[in-house]
């Protein structure tokens, strides 16, 4: 899994960056590679409405959702499985027809 940098940091060499420093001396200076600042400029550009894409905090927003809805449809699924199991040997309340 690639190591996570925090916003901070992001924000700070994308900074420096946008002031005049050249990606391979800030990549050196930082101890990171040329092609993840070159990705953390273009993010920021899209975050900036520079130029198209999905922003930053909105894609964040949809994986958090995407993982909520994972959650809720194994909720689902388990008391689907319940049912199924419980369901057609319990007993049915008064008045029930089927």
């Known amino acids: ?38 990705r953390w400029v273009k993010q920021d550009k899209i975050d900036r409405g520079e130029i198209p894409g999905v922003a930053l905090a909105e894609s964040r927003e949809m994986r958090k959702a995407r993982k909520r809805i994972r959650e809720l449809e194994n909720e689902v699924e388990i008391l689907r499985r319940a049912h199924e199991m419980l369901g057609s040997s319990s007993r049915h309340p008064k008045g029930f027809t089927r």
Do not use: N, W
Request: charged share 25%; proline share 5%; aromatic share 6%.
């Open 1 to 38: 899994m690639p190591r996570a940098y925090p916003d901070e940091f992001r924000v700070r060499a994308v900074s420096l960056i946008r002031a005049g420093q050249t990606v391979k001396k800030t990549a050196s200076d930082l101890d990171v590679s040329c092609a993840i600042l070159h």
